[in-house]
């Protein structure tokens, strides 16, 4: 079983700080993905990779960044946190390359609040 | 870029009901359409999902309708349980990405 873990369930930081979520599939999977889910508005994509040390825009990456020195990890980045980033952050990872289709596996959710 | 619209919001079906939820989208390139559930507290997890060449799949109670000429795609739940109550989200593929775009998802909610 498909085994996507992220390192915290919450996390309260305040405005300002540099805040690091981190993800770790157990898979080999290639893409991994990071999500920001907020009541109404489904599932929103910040950035995804698709192999180590690359890394690709999704639909609101403004003040997130990314990395992923190794294939299992990737890492969402708030460089400076603000209220508004408070939210529930979702990493999924998913096998296979753009030629295929395969689902993406989800971890727990990291449900992040900044005061 | 590719849009998908997901309805209805909230849905309340008595148990044994059918319950049905549409998705449409935008870029008829798009070609892997999957369904995830979400129970309160819990993270997403795949229950069905198509592929653009595909256009009906089941699986027991649960069954997934495309229709590319019209770009939708519904779920299909058919003698609902109360366990089926959570968060339904769609979600598509475009063609030449591994990114999937969601919809706002459905909360089903099951009365016993």
């Known amino acids: 079983d498909v085994k996507v873990t992220q390192s915290s369930r919450y996390l309260v930081k305040r405005t300002g700080e540099k805040v690091f979520l981190e993800c770790v599939q157990d898979?080999?999977?290639?893409?991994m993905f990071w999500y920001r889910q907020d009541p109404g508005l489904g599932l929103r994509l910040i950035y995804f990779s698709y192999d180590v040390k690359m890394k690709e825009k999704g639909d609101i990456p403004e003040g997130y960044s990314v990395s992923r020195e190794k294939k299992e990890r990737f890492s969402l980045i708030l460089e400076s946190a603000s209220t508004n980033q408070t939210s529930m952050y979702l990493c999924?990872?998913?096998?296979?390359?753009?030629?295929?289709?395969?689902?993406?596996?989800f971890g727990d959710g990291t449900r992040l609040s900044i005061l | 870029g590719e849009n998908v619209e997901q309805h209805p919001s909230t849905l309340s079906v008595q148990e044994g009901d059918s319950a049905v939820i549409k998705c449409t989208y935008s870029d008829s390139a798009s070609n892997y359409f999957p369904w995830y559930k979400q129970e309160l507290g819990k993270r997403p997890q795949l229950i069905i999902d198509?592929?653009?060449?595909?256009g009906e799949k089941k699986d027991q109670r649960i069954a997934v309708t495309l229709n590319k000429t019209a770009k939708h795609f519904s779920l299909h739940i058919t003698e609902t349980q109360p366990e089926d109550s959570a968060v339904y989200f769609c979600a598509a593929r475009p063609s030449g990405f591994q990114k999937l775009v969601f919809g706002t998802g459905t909360r089903l909610l099951v009365s016993p």
């Open positions: 898979m080999d999977h290639e893409n």
């Open positions: 999924a990872s998913s096998w296979g390359t753009l030629s295929t289709n395969q689902p993406q596996h």
């Open positions: 198509i592929r653009s060449n595909v």
